[in-house]
């Protein structure tokens, strides 16, 4: 596998130290930029989100999970760092819940226009009304195909309409985002930079001027974000879509201010990426000497996660195997059989 390693040098740093925003708190990290977070019901329990000065308003970065608990925050803010002064754009990073969840009731209170790239937007609402393959059962399939026993299916997998929970409502209209659009806050060009493996087209935002990158779930400080194949594309390879994509970062400067949607505010960019090549790396060389012998995505999960998982975590988990082995077999280096019964094992050559 092919290693795409920045400044070996280089060390992770968090500017703010420990420091991180408390509900209806607003940090300064940059000038005209403002860090917020909103939290999350799962074992990751928020999410960073980004106020961006824009003219005589603000423009918002992401908007939360969309329930009763987040919208409150945001009148918070609302009457606090953007007191008097209009939204006037949002834009949303990619279509998981807790990133677009409030787009729809922010749009409602601000009557700010709403961006998103297509992949994303038409996702969401593929999501929300479980339509083209995107419902649970579908996915549910595909594990139960990669090794999953019925009898351990996650009761969160099996309850329809999970999605539309934390994103009550979509925008009905939007504005669309493509890799290297320009978008101009506050005087101030924002790149869009498209990445792929975690979201069908996240879109990073770059801006150049003041040296900050918005980089989403797709580079995170300390966890991995998570990298799955889903019912409704089965044949995928997102691992080789993420890793690859993540080149797409290689040309922004050592000391550019990472903002990502987890964790805490960082610089060390090109560090981090060579890390999270090393740790897709390893994962991979664990799961080949594990397919010595004919395994399934389930029987993979001990040699990939060594933490215990709840039932969210078992969902995301078997899709993340599926991802490795995927991964394994467009190389060459294991093959797939299939049972009579439809499940799928795969094997070292």
Same mark, same amino acid.
């Given at each position: 596998?092919?290693?795409?390693?920045?400044?070996?040098?280089?060390?992770?740093?968090?500017?703010?130290?420990?420091?991180?925003?408390?509900?209806?708190?607003?940090?300064?990290?940059?000038?005209?930029?403002?860090?917020?977070?909103?939290?999350?019901?799962?074992a990751l329990d928020h999410?960073?989100?980004?106020?961006?000065?824009?003219?005589?308003?603000?423009?918002?970065?992401?908007?939360?999970?969309?329930?009763?608990?987040?919208?409150?925050?945001?009148?918070?803010?609302?009457?606090?760092?953007?007191?008097?002064?209009?939204?006037?754009?949002?834009?949303?990073?990619?279509?998981?819940?807790?990133?677009?969840?409030?787009?729809?009731?922010?749009?409602?209170?601000?009557?700010?226009?709403?961006?998103?790239?297509?992949?994303?937007?038409?996702?969401?609402?593929?999501?929300?009304?479980?339509?083209?393959?995107?419902?649970?059962?579908?996915?549910?399939?595909?594990?139960?195909?990669?090794?999953?026993?019925?009898?351990?299916?996650?009761?969160?997998?099996?309850?329809?309409?999970?999605?539309?929970?934390?994103?009550?409502?979509?925008?009905?209209?939007?504005?669309?985002?493509?890799?290297?659009?320009?978008?101009?806050?506050?005087?101030?060009?924002?790149?869009?930079?498209?990445?792929?493996?975690?979201?069908?087209?996240?879109?990073?935002?770059?801006?150049a001027s003041k040296n *900050? $990158?918005? #980089?989403? +779930?797709? =580079?995170?400080?300390?966890?991995?974000?998570?990298? @799955?194949?889903?019912?409704?594309?089965? %044949?995928?390879?997102?691992?080789?879509?993420?890793?690859?994509?993540?080149?797409?970062?290689?040309?922004?400067?050592?000391?550019?201010? *990472? $903002?990502? #949607?987890? +964790?805490? =505010?960082?610089?060390?960019?090109?560090?981090?990426? @060579?890390?999270?090549?090393?740790?897709? %790396?390893?994962?991979?060389?664990?799961?080949?000497?594990?397919?010595?012998?004919?395994?399934?995505?389930?029987?993979?999960?001990?040699?990939?996660?060594?933490?215990?998982?709840?039932?969210?975590?078992?969902?995301?988990?078997?899709?993340?195997?599926?991802?490795?082995?995927?991964?394994?077999?467009?190389?060459?280096?294991?093959?797939?059989?299939?049972?009579?019964?439809?499940?799928?094992?795969?094997?070292?050559?």
């Amino acid at each position: 596998m092919e290693r795409h390693v920045g400044l070996h040098d280089q060390v992770v740093v968090h500017p703010h130290g420990d420091r991180v925003p408390q509900p209806g708190e607003a940090i300064p990290v940059a000038p005209g930029i403002w860090w917020i977070r909103m939290p999350l019901p799962f074992a990751l329990d928020h999410i960073n989100l980004w106020i961006l000065e824009d003219g005589d308003g603000f423009t918002l970065v992401d908007t939360g999970f969309g329930v009763d608990a987040t919208f409150e925050l945001w009148e918070k803010h609302f009457a606090g760092v953007m007191a008097g002064r209009p939204v006037k754009n949002i834009v949303v990073t990619h279509y998981h819940p807790d990133h677009v969840g409030s787009a729809s009731w922010l749009v409602e209170r601000t009557g700010a226009p709403f961006w998103m790239t297509a992949a994303e937007y038409l996702s969401a609402h593929a999501a929300r009304d479980d339509f083209g393959g995107f419902d649970r059962e579908n996915t549910l399939e595909l594990y139960i195909a990669n090794g999953l026993p019925r009898e351990v299916v996650p009761d969160a997998t099996r309850k329809g309409k999970g999605y539309s929970r934390g994103v009550p409502g979509m925008p009905n209209r939007y504005r669309r985002m493509m890799h290297g659009d320009k978008l101009s806050i506050g005087g101030h060009d924002w790149e869009v930079i498209t990445v792929f493996g975690h979201a069908p087209e996240h879109a990073a935002l770059w801006c150049a001027s003041k040296n *900050v $990158l918005i #980089s989403g +779930d797709q =580079v995170l400080p300390r966890i991995t974000t998570n990298v @799955a194949v889903w019912g409704n594309q089965p %044949e995928s390879n997102p691992l080789d879509l993420f890793l690859t994509s993540l080149g797409r970062f290689s040309h922004l400067p050592p000391d550019t201010l *990472v $903002l990502p #949607s987890h +964790d805490r =505010v960082f610089v060390g960019l090109h560090k981090r990426i @060579a890390e999270l090549h090393e740790h897709h %790396e390893r994962r991979l060389e664990r799961l080949l000497e594990g397919c010595a012998t004919p395994i399934t995505a389930f029987d993979a999960l001990p040699l990939l996660f060594k933490r215990k998982m709840d039932e969210h975590q078992i969902a995301f988990a078997m899709g993340e195997a599926i991802a490795h082995l995927h991964y394994l077999e467009r190389q060459g280096k294991v093959a797939r059989q299939t049972d009579s019964q439809g499940v799928r094992r795969f094997a070292r050559h």
